[in-house]
T-cell receptor
Framework: SQTIHQWPATLVQPVGSPLSLECTVEGTSNPNLYWYRQAAGRGLQLLFY??????ISSEVPQNLSASRPQDRQFILSSKKLLLSDSGFYLC????????????FGPGTRLTVL | EDQVTQSPEALRLQEGESSSLNCSYTVSGLRGLFWYRQDPGKGPEFLFT???AGEEKEKERLKATLTKKESFLHITAPKPEDSATYLCAVRSNAGGTSYGKLTFGQGTILTVHP
């Protein structure tokens, strides 16, 4: 079965600083990868998805970007953080390119001050 | 646009008191409906995938059912360890098979008292 690693688990960053969150996946082959953000008391919002190396699609215009340098590695970045970027960031994967079910990682809690 | 509404927002039960959570959805062709459990500060844990009306799935004290407009998560004789936020999500047929966007509801916060 698949295992998703995310780091760091918790991050506190000042406004205007850069960001890099990493997600790696084990136990899958050619997974689809996703970045979600969950604001306090709200549902999950899809930010980016990727169906392959170097293939990134964005769901909402924002201050963030994503990259997929390897098949099982997904990175979320920002050049300059905003207060509104605070939230709980979740990486998810499917077992393969056509599977429907998404499995989530443990998440990264980001606080921008 | 796909929409998912979960009710109630919060549910408090006594241990052993069975109940149901509701997930109403609007989607342009349902490809799948998903239930997750989320504990505070953790990522959602997958519970069930339902694909067609009339389908049912069970796991321990949980049973998920699906109709053309809604899904129910039935909890039988709940225990305090069942306390969590339960999330419902749908995936539509739009966007091709490799897209996989899930639209989530806001969740139901379940508290089971001993």
């Amino acid at each position: 079965s698949q295992t998703i690693h995310q780091w760091p688990a918790t991050l506190v960053q000042p406004v205007g600083s850069p960001l890099s969150l990493e997600c790696t996946v084990e136990g899958t082959s050619n997974p689809n990868l996703y970045w979600y953000r969950q604001a306090a008391g709200r549902g999950l919002q899809l930010l980016f998805y990727s169906v392959g190396i170097g293939q990134i699609s964005s769901e909402v215009p924002q201050n963030l970007s994503a990259s997929r340098p390897q098949d099982r590695q997904f990175i979320l970045s920002s050049k300059k953080l905003l207060l509104s970027d605070s939230g709980f960031y979740l990486c998810a994967c499917t077992r393969d390119r056509v599977a429907d079910t998404q499995y989530f990682g443990p998440g990264t809690r980001l606080t921008v001050l | 646009e796909d929409q998912v509404t979960q009710s109630p927002e919060a549910l408090r039960l006594q241990e052993g008191e069975s109940s149901s959570l509701n997930c109403s959805y609007t989607v342009s062709g349902l490809r799948g409906l998903f239930w997750y459990r989320q504990d505070p500060g953790k990522g959602p844990e997958f519970l069930f995938t339902l694909y067609s009306a009339g389908e049912e799935k069970e796991k321990e004290r949980l049973k998920a059912t699906l109709t053309k407009k809604e899904s129910f998560l039935h909890i039988t004789a709940p225990k305090p360890e069942d306390s969590a936020t339960y999330l419902c999500a749908v995936r539509s047929n739009a966007g091709g098979t490799s897209y996989g966007k899930l639209t989530f509801g806001q969740g139901t916060i379940l508290t089971v008292h001993p």
